[in-house]
């Protein structure tokens, strides 16, 4: 527990108002989106990067452990205090800083919400591609610590392809900027790319400069039902390898589209074995002929209703059956396993297949959905985990699953990080050299280790 004077520099930091130590508070920011809970001793709303800076001083000089947080939607437990101390929360700086129509870009506080971004750069004609499906409530600065993906990463990447520039607090209080508003710029080691994806282990994001597009004309969604989930599998391969990359890709198993049936009211036929939301954008006439031959290509793989939204209000209802999965999930089983690996996507229909394997070998009911068009699966364990031996069969589970996402040259995370729960599996992937060089970094940027300790390496 942190001690009266050490409350007292921070309130002095922060102001009174911003600075907590009630139960309420400390089980609020206890949690993320993983089923662990971990109370901080204090939390702490900073205002500003000054503030944060003086906040880190202080933590190195008392040794208390800082855990940067936004909205605490992380699938990994990147943001729980696993060793007390602050729960530093982001939600103060929540401004967008300007949206330059000029050079396509904009400059963002990290608090600020993922959608509420997008939206103020739609509402210019511009895009900001990265779409969590968390865009309601996750923030900026919590997409860049994570390299959030989402549905349209198929055709236009994933967060770090759109950070150019950062502000951050290191973790011993300096405060640096990173990259900057250029579309170009090799002046030294490429920082920015080192922080986006670090999890709140390197430093805490406290501004961030982000390249725009233009908004696409416009776009088409359609809802394909397959009897099989080899015949989505399948599809997915033929729409890719017919030289159309769809804006999303995202796919649906069995198992998924029973789960939304029992917790919404969406209507999906019986015979539904597995679904893909493919959606097109362009112009006009271009997403017209794209929706058309993809109408074609599915048709001889085992289709048994396509859905083709006509306005944005059916688009927004096909998607609706997409953002439902994750609660959804959760309503029909709270204790699941949430994995997030990713192949290349020639490998997807082997690596299902795999799965499959497993789960009836296992006798474990494994639920697979996610985004098909770039191999990243979204592999959900569904156990009972007060059921003896239920832990075990998911962890060994877990392992196969891993072992055969690498074999077929993929990776054990695509976009929900490494955080608490899969730093046992690091050794998996990375080779000692390898991590060895990424403790180094940590080291030197925090030889104290008081910024996020226990996360991405065990030993921490
Ligand atoms: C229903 C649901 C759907 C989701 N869908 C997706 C999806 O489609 N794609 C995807 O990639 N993820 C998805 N996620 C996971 C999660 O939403 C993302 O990882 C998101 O980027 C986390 O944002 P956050 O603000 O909640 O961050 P938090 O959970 O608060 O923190 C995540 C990590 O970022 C660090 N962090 C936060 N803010 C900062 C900062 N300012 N500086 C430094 N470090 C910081 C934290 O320490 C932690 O390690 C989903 C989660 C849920 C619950």
Redesign the pocket.
Known sequence: MLDRRILRLIQDIVGEAYVSTTDSDRLCYSY??TQRRHRPDAVVWPADAEQISRLLKLANAEQIPV?????????SG??LPIQGGLALV?TRLNRILRIDQENLIAEAE??VVTEDLQQAVEALGLFYPP????LK???L??????C????RCVKYGVTKDYVLGLEVVLPQGDIIRTGGETMKGVVGYDLTKLLVG????L????RIILKLLPLPEAKKTLLVLFDSIDGAAKAVAAVIGAKIIPATLEFMDATTIDCVRRATDLELPAAARALLIIEVDGDASSIEIQAGRIEQIVAPLGVVDIRIAATAEESEALWQVRRSV??SLRKVNPDKFNEDICVPRSRLPEMIRIIEEISARLQIPIINFG?AGDGNIHVNIMVDKAEPGQKQKAEQAIEEIFAATLKLGGTISG???I?LTKAPYIPLELETGAVACMKAIKQALDPNNIL?PG?IFLEN
């Open positions: 993320d989106a855990y940067p947080r936004g909205a605490g939607s992380g699938f990147g943001s982001t990290p608090g779409d969590p499906a968390s409530f996750s923030t600065g919590g997409n860049v610590a994570e959030a993906g989402g549905p670090s999890e709140g282990t430093g805490v994001i406290t994750s609660p985004h976009e929900h990080g955080g996020n996360k």
